[in-house]
């Protein structure tokens, strides 16, 4: 079976510092695994994914993540937040021959002026 | 969108009629989903779809049935909606179903039932 956990519901941030939205797995097979962002009252954009290859991950608008398997976590991070990356920010897990993506619930994202 | 249209985007409907989402591709993709998104709960698993007219249940399927004809139309139904039933439903797709494939996702049906 596979899990994930987003460890904060919310986080908060002011403009220009770094930004860190953990998520944790759970997978019984080697994971592939996302993340999303969903501006308000817009669909889900694909931010980064990880597939087994580099376990540091760069995706669009600065953000990376980076694979951890002893800590079983990806966690996605920024060095310096803006304006506009206030939206929620999604964790996914999928693999394992399962045609199945699995959710977290989420981390809002608020960027302080 | 990257070729998903969902449609309708927003639909308001009293308890006991029944509700169709449709979700039309362009991308020729084999796999088709359907979430619902609830606050709290992130996306939840519908039915998803591997071929024409093969669909399977996800985490939440009750109350809802799926249908896919063709390869680029893939149906939700709610044959009977209940006010539980309100929230945002996404369809999405995937070129394969191996995990390591990207999901894209449609702009979202919003769903009241009174």
């Known amino acids: 079976a596979q899990s994930v956990t987003q460890l904060d519901s919310h986080v908060s941030v002011s403009e220009g510092t770094p930004v860190l939205l953990r998520c944790n797995y759970s997978?019984?097979?080697?994971?592939?695994l996302f993340w999303y962002v969903q501006h308000p009252n817009k669909g889900l954009q694909l931010l980064l994914k990880?597939?087994?290859?580099?376990?540091l991950v760069k995706g669009i608008n600065g953000f990376e993540a980076e694979f951890k398997k002893s800590e079983t976590s990806f966690h996605l991070t920024k060095p310096s937040a803006h304006m506009s990356d206030a939206a929620e920010y999604f964790c996914?897990?999928?693999?394992?021959?399962?045609?199945?993506?699995?959710f977290g619930t989420g981390t809002r994202l608020k960027v302080l002026a | 969108d990257a070729g998903i249209t969902q449609s309708p985007r927003h639909k308001v409907t009293e308890t006991g009629t029944p509700v169709t989402l449709r979700c039309h591709q362009t991308?020729?993709?084999?796999?088709m989903y359907w979430y619902r998104q609830d606050p709290g709960h992130g996306l939840r698993l519908i039915h998803y779809?591997?071929?024409?007219?093969?669909?399977d249940k996800g985490e939440v399927s009750d109350g809802y049935s799926v249908s896919r004809s063709k390869t680029e139309d893939f149906l939700l139904t709610l044959e009977s909606a209940t006010s539980s039933q309100t929230s945002v439903y996404f369809c999405?797709?995937?070129?394969?179903?191996?995990?390591?494939?990207?999901?894209?996702f449609g702009a979202g049906s919003r769903l009241t039932v009174l």
């Open positions: 999405a797709i995937s070129e394969q179903g191996t995990g390591a494939n990207v999901l894209t």
């Open positions: 997978s019984s097979y080697s994971p592939s």
């Open positions: 779809s591997y071929g024409v007219k093969d669909t």
């Open positions: 991308e020729n993709h084999r796999y």
């Open positions: 996914v897990v999928s693999g394992g021959g399962t045609y199945k993506y699995i």
């Open positions: 990880y597939t087994s290859a580099a376990t």
